[in-house]
């Protein structure tokens, strides 16, 4: 086997039996539409990876390395979910969504200590998110994230000028977003960030710094603009109708 086609697999699968298992499994039921196809995948694919009662994944799911993947009762996979779970692993709680097209992927070609991507329960993933785990990223239950969130669990080394910047590793911190937060869409989540719980992160934000319990942070870099505790929002302030 030539050495591209060696790495090839291994980008795909833990091993080559489980490339032709996954590869089967999804050549023959992942096209099939509607309620039908759900109610096949539900039943076929947990030949490949770990689920907790009925999951709903749509047609044109694509996962690779499946025996990394653990979906939770009532998970609901979008046409065009892209799951990618290197070593570490993707799990998904239970009734969480994840989007139309969006991509998860681990990304740990190079055995990290703490690749991961964990979602709680009753979380959503927008459509179009990007999350790359190659430090971990645990996002708790409850949790909103809008259309074209990028969280980004990475950052390339770059100090040696003589050198390419491809060529100098990377560092992986890692990124927590707590229970019962709304990340704005096409907010940018950056390596080594806490967001706390109930915390509000404003549509085009640049995430650099942590951002405790209850607050909203807007803007690039983001910056705190209130407390939600200290500097509550009263509802009667509400003009207009909540559904
Ligand atoms: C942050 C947000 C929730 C508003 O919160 P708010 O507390 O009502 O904020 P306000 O409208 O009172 O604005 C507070 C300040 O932040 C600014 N601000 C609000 N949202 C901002 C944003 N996304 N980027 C930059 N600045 C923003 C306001 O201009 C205001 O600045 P000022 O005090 O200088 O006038 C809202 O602006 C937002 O970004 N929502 C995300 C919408 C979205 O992504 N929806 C789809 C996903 S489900």
């Not at 309620?35 to 990876?49: F, S, T």
């Not at 990618?84 to 139309?100: N, T």
């Not at 509802?235 to 559904?243: G, S």
């Amino acid at each position: 086997m030539s050495d591209q086609l060696r790495l090839y697999l291994s980008r795909q699968a833990s091993t080559l039996p489980r490339y032709v298992g996954e590869q089967l499994l999804q050549s023959c039921f992942g096209w099939v539409p509607g309620l039908i196809g759900i109610g096949l995948r539900a039943i076929a694919y947990r030949a490949m990876m770990r689920m907790n009662g009925i999951v709903a994944i749509e047609d044109g799911v694509r996962i690779r390395f499946a025996d990394n993947v653990r979906l939770g009762r009532g998970v609901y996979l979008d046409h065009g979910v892209y799951l990618h779970a290197c070593p570490g692993g993707i799990s998904i709680g239970d009734g969480s969504l994840v989007m139309k097209n969006a991509i998860l992927h681990v990304y740990n070609f190079r055995n990290l200590p703490h690749s991961h991507i964990t979602i709680g329960q009753r979380s959503l993933i927008g459509e179009s998110c990007i999350l790359r785990g190659q430090g971990g990223i645990t996002i708790g239950d409850d949790v909103y994230l809008g259309t074209l969130v990028q969280v980004l669990a990475v950052n390339h080394v770059f100090h040696d000028t003589t050198r390419p910047i491809s060529m100098q590793g990377i560092t992986a911190q890692g990124i927590t977003i707590g229970d019962g937060s709304w990340i704005g869409s096409g907010a940018i989540i950056l390596d080594g960030v806490a967001i706390g719980k109930h915390v509000v992160i404003g549509a085009g934000a640049v995430v650099t710094k942590d951002v405790p319990d209850y607050c909203v942070a807007v803007g690039n870099p983001a910056r705190v603009v209130r407390n939600l505790r200290t500097d509550p929002l009263p509802l009667e302030q509400l003009t207009m109708p909540v559904y």
